[in-house]
Each structure stands twice: as structure tokens, then as C-alpha cells.
């Protein structure tokens, strides 16, 4: 069943379907008044533009995120959370001509062979740091 406390999305998956609707509520208003000012926020910013970009299937997605994981290992960085996640590998996927909705990425994330790759919830680095130090 899907947990709709977990789902992200971005502005630029929303506001396609804000203008199209054609909502004129104040609050919609602020919202596109701003995302105009910010010039490309509300466009895709990268080389496709996101009409151009396919679907990707499972398995992409599954490749995005091992390639993510390994990045970060790659360049001794924090493993990204499930939150961080979708960011990342969407920009992946969009280097491949693909689109993955972020609710999809966590979704597909939780696998096993990704779960053991990101840190347990519970002690930030911050606070094992912290830790270390006071034992030093």
C-alpha cells in the first residue's frame, strides 16, 4: 500500500500540471510568480528538455541508483538517504534521455541490495564524530 507521508515531489513535477489546469488560486499565483523569477527553476535545466526524456524502465532506475551508490563510495562521501536519493538519480537518468518520478525511485530504493548500501537510521556522522572526539 503506498504511504502518502512518503511522497516528494518537485516543483518542476508540479507546476506542468498547475498551468495546464490553469489554477488560479493566490497561493498557486505566489508560487508561479516566483518560480518565474527564478527564470529556469520551473524548466528543465539540463541539456533534454523533460518532454524529451523516455520513461525509464526498472531496471535503469535500479542501474541510476547502484551508479549513485557507488559515486559516493567512489569519492568517500555519506551514502545519500532515501530522501536524497531521487535527486541524484534523476539527474543520472537525465544524462541517459530517461525520467523517473521521485516516489517511483524511493519505491524501487528500498530493495535490499540498495537498503545495505545507505546507513541505518538512528546516529548521524555528526553525532558519531562527536562521539569519537569525547572519547579521545
Not at 498547475?18 to 535545466?45: E, F, P
Not at 567512489?74 to 536519493?85: A, D, F, Q, Y
Request: hydrophobic share 35%; proline share 5%.
Amino acid at each position: 500500500m503506498l504511504d502518502f507521508t512518503r511522497c516528494v515531489f518537485g516543483v518542476d513535477q508540479v507546476l506542468p500540471i498547475v498551468r495546464r489546469r490553469g489554477d488560479t488560486s493566490w497561493l498557486i499565483g505566489k508560487l508561479l510568480a516566483a518560480v518565474d523569477r527564478a527564470g529556469t527553476q520551473a524548466r528543465a535545466s539540463d541539456d533534454a528538455p523533460a518532454a524529451d526524456l523516455r520513461p525509464a524502465s526498472e531496471q535503469q532506475i535500479h542501474a541510476a541508483i547502484t551508479r549513485v551508490y557507488d559515486n559516493a563510495d567512489r569519492t568517500g562521501e555519506k551514502p545519500p538517504n532515501i530522501r536524497e536519493l531521487p535527486g541524484l538519480v534523476q539527474q543520472d537518468l537525465r544524462e541517459t534521455g530517461h525520467a523517473a518520478s521521485g516516489n517511483r525511485i524511493m519505491r524501487l530504493a528500498e530493495a535490499k541490495q540498495h537498503a545495505d548500501r545507505r546507513r541505518k537510521p538512528g546516529a548521524t556522522l555528526a553525532s558519531e564524530k562527536r562521539k569519537a572526539d569525547f572519547t579521545k
